[in-house]
């Protein structure tokens, strides 16, 4: 049985979702020959270590009951940097002013020898080729498969399924809450503040739902996949954004009578990154509804290929960090 460490750092609706597919898998890795222990868990209050294991079940109830996980003073660096583990899933809250407290924790733990896998966009969104260079320089590995699309696997499908291909393109609805409000506002009528206020209750919009519906939230997604598919060295200001708040009732009325709807798309080809409201026929692929997101990814061998599945959610994207999990433990 191989036993692979790792800590969890930030433990709300991501972290948490994470610890509860680490328990709900835990006899499926075992068949796999994988013994996964977290041995730290830390949140904004306080941490819990162990580095025999942690009672995760015990942890969650603790986290549900008293709002957090401390049972301890430690802070995330002292787990990072101290405890002997294997890799940092790093799941605090995305700040893209100045990708704290995410980019110390990262760079601390490629400092430390540790792998670390994130849902944390904006470290990424700031920083993503030094971040990168700092694991290759380390001999780590550094995924980041939950920070766009939640559960759908982009960047696997590209840099592993579709290895070989050159990437000529890639369009995208990579924000569940935007795709959500239009959906609802154009087949039930609904209006904007009251849907995206449902948008909300279902706990996928951002803290700020500003990110969301000015383009901000597509527009982080979009440099991350430009400098992870591309190459690119892009930051926010390559980015044309129009986010939704324009869009009225009649423009989508319009647009239903003519068999379109309207999305909000990212789009990255030819070096330029856009995301903006466009009409999509009602037929095409990219057509998804509600809380869904869609890639379609144009390659110059396999064609077009489009993908779709949710993109939000606390179980959702722990899945793409499990896949993270699993991919760094068979390559490693
Ligand atoms: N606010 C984001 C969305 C959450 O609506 O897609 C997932 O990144």
Redesign the pocket.
Known sequence: MRIVNISIIGFGAVGQGVARCILSKQEFLKKDGIDLRVVGISDSRGSEINTGGIDVESALLRKKQKGSVAAGSKNPHEIIRDVKHDIVVEVTP?NINNGEPGLSNMRLAFKSGKHVIT?N?GPLALHFNELKEAAEDNGLFFRYEA????AVPIFNLVHEALAGNTVLGIEGI???????ILTRMSEERMPYDLVLKE?QELG???TD?T??VEGI??AI?LIIIANSIFGLDSTYKDVDVTGITKITPEALELANRNNYVVKLVCEAREGKLTVAPRLVPKRHPLAVGG?L?VASILTDLAGRITISGR???SIE?ASSILSDILYIVRNS
């Open positions: 995305t849902s966009k920070t766009v699309g939640g990579l924000n569940g809450t935007c795709n959500y948008a996928i919009a951002e739902p990110y969301d939230d597509s997604k809380t997101n993109g939000a959610g994207t």
